[in-house]
């Protein structure tokens, strides 16, 4: 069973050669492959001295440098962990086993780690995000931003990537629960960046993009909820307005206030047309997911 193990890569001259090295040790057989995301200090010529293979992705994000490994690797399992040292090798195996045997189509290393490692702020951001999912798609996971991946290569070969930047790991999480998709979650040690590493994570922007991310997956994959809800909002304002006109017109025989009565009669239009749009993409949503689940099961699994 062949095993490739995915290195994301960008700016990482401190950490690539070591992760590569823990992952040759760890993985004896695995191709280790660096995916160099326009790297600037050299950190692919510092992978390749290592050992990795290394390729080249243009289009600058951690979602296209997953569009393309998928892609461009042909494997049984891939590991897909970030290049910055932080994740323990030691659960390497542990994830491509619960591949291997069949348990599950892909592997989630949950993170652990101290309050260096993995600060307050960043926990309860996660958890918040780890429950708007759970409330929107079901299924809860306990860690959907984790680097740190196992999957199969029927997960591999059928996963729509469209997502450009760190918000990866949410489609990846969405994907799994929206197609009920079988994965397991394993503990495992998350350290701190070695000094003289950041993160390219930017907190607040990037979490509204994730944010943003969550919301378009929600109403492509359940229009008929979000549409349903925007239609029953727009009634609601649509009633609360027209409500006093209607009354007044009992009363007086007269529509006084025309210009609510044009509004309120607008938004009672407006919420008729979100409902039927709700219905007629509920279908598209539909179809689309069947065809997504044909293409899951038009590939061999692990077993």
Not at 54 to 82: P, T
Not at 92 to 117: C, F, H, S, T
Not at 234 to 258: C, D, F, M, N
Request: aromatic fraction near 10%; include cysteine.
């Amino acid at each position: 069973m062949s095993v490739a193990v995915i290195l994301p890569c960008y700016n990482e001259k401190l950490t690539i050669a070591t992760v590569v090295k823990q992952m040759k040790e760890t993985l004896p057989g695995a191709r280790v492959i660096v995916f160099d995301n326009n790297s600037k200090d050299g950190s692919g010529e510092l992978a390749r001295e290592a050992g990795a293979e290394v390729r080249r992705v243009n289009l600058q994000g951690k979602g296209n440098v997953v569009r393309r490994m998928f892609a461009d690797v042909d494997a049984d399992i891939y590991l897909m962990l970030d290049a910055d040292a932080t994740y323990d090798p030691a659960t390497a195996p542990l994830l491509i086993e619960a591949v291997a045997k069949g348990e599950a189509d892909m592997a989630i290393g949950v993170r652990k780690g101290a309050a260096e490692a993995f600060p307050a702020g960043h926990q309860l951001g996660n958890k918040l995000f780890n429950m708007i999912v759970a409330g929107f798609f079901g299924g809860g996971m306990q860690d959907i931003f984790s680097g740190y991946r196992a999957f199969s290569r029927r997960f591999a070969k059928s996963f729509p990537a469209q997502s450009e930047g760190f918000e990866t790991e949410t489609e990846l999480s969405v994907y799994t629960l929206e197609q009920r998709i079988p994965f397991v979650e394993i503990p495992s040690a998350y350290g701190v960046r070695p000094e003289g590493s950041f993160s390219k994570l930017q907190t607040y922007r990037d979490g509204w993009r994730i944010l943003l991310t969550i919301m378009l997956l929600y109403k492509s994959l359940r229009p008929m909820m979000f549409f349903g809800l925007l239609s029953l909002y727009t009634a609601a304002l649509s009633l609360i307005l027209g409500l006093p006109v209607i009354a007044e017109w009992r009363q007086t025989g007269l529509v006084a206030r025309l210009p609510t009565a044009v509004l309120s009669s607008s938004l009672g239009l407006i919420a008729v047309l979100l409902f039927v749009a709700g219905m007629v993409l509920n279908s598209v949503a539909r179809a689309y997911r069947e065809s997504r689940h044909l293409a899951y099961l038009g590939i061999s699994g692990p077993g």
